[in-house]
């Protein structure tokens, strides 16, 4: 490592990034921007890659003068790169960035320039119609641990030699893309935790709560065995509306249903159809159960149209409530573990 280990902060920052945006939710509403969404994964990429490219340098060994020129040039070009990837890794993600002459960062700006003059050297003109300069690096002077540039100034036709120190580039550049990257990271968690707070009075496991809908599986029972007193009708509705609600719920805060939840609700869809239809209920409004509701007086409206032609005993009938109540105390736990994780309870 060089000196201070200044890659293992970054290395730190960078993963804490990537663990932040890989969850589930987060990951899901900054994928919807395809192009946002692959500058972000794109330039930490970046910023890693250039990082194994600049400590390869700062430790590799000395060689001929070619290869020492390529490798000098390679670090120098890195350097910036991982310049760009940090402005750009603000840009993706909406914050706004300072600027390399930004006090905070003001370190980049002179890491900037020398790049500028070793990779411009034959006309280097910072400013437009300004004066040029030009700079080539001292053969006889160059090592991994630094190089001197001499450089001929058109304005005053003086000459200068400077001694570069490429550990101490590496040095002042680490500390100030850190600096980015805590900001990403700060925005990023701010808005979480905003997020967070907006929604976790509304308890998910409430909505689908096996205690609440075991009274209607109950009743729907009963009446299938030819006890009911026409409770199984309400109950089994009130199951739908519960899926369906717990469904909306979730749209709204943009979670992804995806994965194992998406499993349960394409599971529970064709059990329901079959059980509203042996209580004589429209499953249209229902089916499938992963449409969203267009307005909030959809789910008022569910069960009033006619019920699909279904040949159906009540010993079937049983079997397909006992696996709905199974696949909803299934999206119970669910709903539970998305509680805890807006709670913060858990930040996997």
């Known amino acids: 490592m060089s000196d201070g280990q200044p890659v293992t902060s970054l290395v730190s920052r960078t993963r804490r990034l990537r663990d932040h945006i890989n969850r589930n939710r987060i990951n899901a509403e900054l994928a919807r921007d395809f192009r946002t969404f692959n500058q972000l994964c794109t330039c930490l990429d970046t910023i890693d890659d250039t990082e194994m490219a600049i400590e390869a340098f700062l430790q590799g060994s000395e060689a001929d003068s070619g290869e020492l020129y390529l490798a000098l040039y390679g670090f ?29 960062i003001s370190e980049i700006r002179e890491v900037r320039d020398i790049r500028d003059d070793v990779s411009h050297p034959t006309q280097r003109q ?61 925005t990023l968690e701010e808005r979480d935790r905003q997020h967070r707070e907006a929604f976790m009075s509304t308890k998910l496991a409430d909505i689908v709560s096996a205690v609440k809908l075991s009274y209607d599986f109950e009743k729907i029972l009963e009446e299938i065995r030819g006890e009911g007193l026409g409770m199984g009708t309400i109950g089994i509705e009130r199951i739908a509306k519960a899926i369906m609600s717990l469904r909306d719920e979730l749209n709204r805060r ?53 019920a699909m032609q279904l040949e159906i005993d009540p010993q079937t009938a049983r079997v397909f409530v006992e696996y709905i109540e199974y696949k909803v105390r299934e999206l119970h736990e669910a709903a539970v573990a998305i509680d805890e994780d807006y709670a913060g309870n858990d930040q996997d």
């Open 254 to 306: 943009g979670y992804p249903i995806d994965g194992g939840l998406k499993y349960i609700f394409e599971e529970l869809e064709h059990p329901l159809e079959v059980t509203l239809a042996y209580f004589g209920i429209d499953a249209s409004p229902y089916i499938p159960l992963l449409a969203k509701a267009e307005t909030e007086e959809d789910l008022d409206n569910i069960g009033t149209g006619d």
């Open 76 to 104: 120098m070009q890195a350097l910036y790169i991982q310049q760009d990837a940090a402005r750009y890794l603000c840009e993706s993600i909406g914050v706004p960035f300072p600027g390399w002459r930004n006090p905070v």
């Open 126 to 186: 910072p400013v437009r119609n300004g004066p040029v300069s030009f700079h080539s690096i001292v053969r006889s002077m160059m090592r991994r641990s630094g190089f001197t540039i001499v450089s001929e100034d058109t304005q005053d036709e003086s000459r200068s030699y400077r001694y570069i120190n490429t550990s101490s580039l590496w040095a002042k550049q680490a500390p100030a893309i850190g600096k980015l990257l805590d900001l990403v990271i700060t």
